[in-house]
């Protein structure tokens, strides 16, 4: 097999495994709405619900940012899967709510487990903005496709997390094309060294964490907006959020298209505004149009912002250690979202709500966008090269192939070793050289 062949057959496990992971956050409201309608939940408590198995896939991700050097790609991907089947499978079969929070809980450990996996190997990949686009696109399509589904399947809390469970069980077969060791899964990564760009990844992590908690926060009560505040049908929300979910594959598309030709600072800072303006507007809405606006809208930035996101947590780290950890806290903020939204509509009403996630969203823009432009030091360009000290050649290698030998964007920099040139006894004297001439050729 050449090595082309596995390098696609890893990009394409690691997209599947991204898709499994990141199913049960996407799913979010209609697992949130079924449960509150299907076991007699309080919406609060529902979102608790949501929120302990999210806080599960947030705990599996800081875990293996921690230890995943002692476990093979291939090990922990299939782990998290058989933890997602058995979890999300035994939390449908039941009524019982105990059992319910210890399904929930197993599976968003497999989730987080999956989730931390793919982003690992991505974040080891040349072009890693080029690979999260390819797994938001999957996630999003696939989402989409239970929205339309679901509604028609019957009530009950069991249809989305069953959805969840078979997933992982079709992904199963992809994990063959992972590596068994861990180094093997990352083309440009280095086997030891400290974390880099501590600060910046920091201010990224927390960044992300608020980020992530404010849309999710509006994503886990979306549902319960659509049907009480507008007074819509399930199959009608249903329909918003597939299309929705499709506005989001037209802006990963747009996103993998438009590259490095804004940079990141760009699409992260003016996206997150565009983003606070969608909240305010969907949590306000008491009509279709309004409603399947701002969702509308808001799911075609949303997925947009965060592929350069995760491209800039990449970039910090080649290892794919700040990928992991950033990863990580998204998920803690989308665990803390359900609750926090259920807990806010409660005492401020939907636009109350979304008038503080708004807020949120606007006051963590700032400090995102400085990591983006003054972080990494490395041009947004495959195949830039970055001297320390001095100014990248990006223009240079902007020219070349993308087959060419330069390093790729987030390789590490290579050390400059000293050769010592050994002195000779005696010195030729000048009369030892000659002057060339077209006969003296060989």
Do not use: K
């Not at 495994?17 to 919406?43: C, D, M, Q």
């Not at 083309?187 to 974390?195: I, K, N, Q, R, V």
């Not at 597939?242 to 037209?250: E, Q, S």
Request: with cysteine; charged share 10%; glycine share 14%.
């Amino acid at each position: 097999m050449s090595s082309r062949t596995r390098r696609s057959g890893a990009l394409v496990a690691l997209v599947a495994l991204f898709t499994a992971g990141y199913l049960a956050p996407y799913l979010l409201p209609t697992v949130v709405g079924r449960l509150s309608a299907g076991l007699g939940l309080t919406p609060a408590q529902a979102g608790l619900i949501g929120s302990v198995l999210l806080l599960g896939s947030s705990t599996a991700g800081f875990t293996l940012a921690a230890r995943g050097h002692r476990v093979g790609p291939r090990r922990a991907a299939r782990t998290g899967l058989l933890a997602m089947a058995v979890g999300y499978g035994s939390a449908a079969a039941t009524a019982s709510v105990p059992l319910v929070v210890a399904g929930a809980v197993l599976g968003g450990l497999g989730s987080g487990t999956a989730t931390a996996v793919a982003v690992a190997g991505i974040a080891g990949r040349r072009d890693p903005h080029r690979a999260s686009t390819l797994g938001l696109l999957a996630v999003s399509a696939t989402a989409g496709a239970l929205y339309l589904t679901l509604p028609h399947l019957g009530g009950g809390h069991a249809a989305p997390l069953l959805a969840i469970a078979c997933t992982s069980t079709l992904v199963w077969p992809f994990t063959a094309r992972l590596p068994h060791a861990a180094h093997a899964v990352r083309e440009t990564a280095t086997t030891s060294g400290p974390l880099p760009h501590r600060r910046a990844g920091a201010v990224l992590a927390g960044g992300i964490l608020c980020w992530s908690l404010a849309q999710n926060a509006l994503w886990g009560v979306s549902g319960r907006i659509g049907l009480t505040q507008a007074g819509l049908s399930e199959v009608t929300v249903g329909a918003v959020f597939a299309a929705a979910l499709g506005a989001g594959l037209a802006g990963v598309t747009a996103a993998g298209a438009l590259g490095s030709r804004l940079g990141r600072a760009v699409p992260i800072g003016a996206g997150t505004v565009a983003i606070a303006g969608c909240v305010l507007l969907s949590s306000t809405a008491e009509s279709l149009a309004g409603f399947a606006t701002g969702e509308i809208l808001w799911n075609a930035v949303y997925p947009v912002v965060l592929s350069y996101l995760l491209g800039l947590a990449a970039s910090l780290d080649p290892r794919g250690r700040w990928a992991v950890m950033v990863g990580s806290a998204s998920s803690l903020g989308v665990a803390c979202g359900p609750v926090t939204g259920s807990l806010l509509s409660e005492h401020a009403g939907y636009p109350g709500m979304g008038l503080t996630l708004c807020t949120l969203l606007l006051l963590v823009a700032a400090p995102m966008t400085a990591v983006a432009r003054h972080a990494s030091g490395r041009p947004l360009v495959p195949g830039s090269i970055h001297r320390r000290g001095g100014a990248p050649a990006a223009v240079l290698a902007g020219r070349g192939s993308g087959t060419s030998l330069v390093p790729q964007m987030g390789a590490p920099e290579q050390e400059v070793a000293a050769v010592a040139v050994a002195e000779r006894g005696r010195r030729a004297a000048r009369s030892a050289f000659g002057l060339a001439r077209p006969s003296s050729r060989g």
